[in-house]
């Protein structure tokens, strides 16, 4: 697929907004497990605490990884843009992205774990 220097870096721009978005989340889903954990002291509960407290934890390390690879694209798309600055809306690089690809994981993952996470929810409280 061909598109513009213009559209890389507006999609880019948009994914580092969405990301900042899920890091508040996962930070929200934390703080609400912690209060699950202090009402609940449950033997089975607690299981599912530390479950929901990896999981957050490696949601959030994907979120820094996808970060991380948005801000270099983001980076390589702005050098590109500063040498051609004539080109920013010809559509003429041809993308095929692993970086969406891993947005498109990440975004899913954040889904499935927050339907788990309120499925869990409903049970305890």
Known sequence: MKVSLNFLHQQSNTWLRELKFYKEEITLLGERLGEVAQRNTDKEVMAQVEHFQNKLIMLNEQCDVVKHGVNLRNEA???KAKEKPEHLTEKSQTVVDELQSQMMDFTKSIADTRLEFNQF????L
């Open 121 to 124: 929810l409903s049970k305890v």
């Open 77 to 79: 798309v702005m050098a």
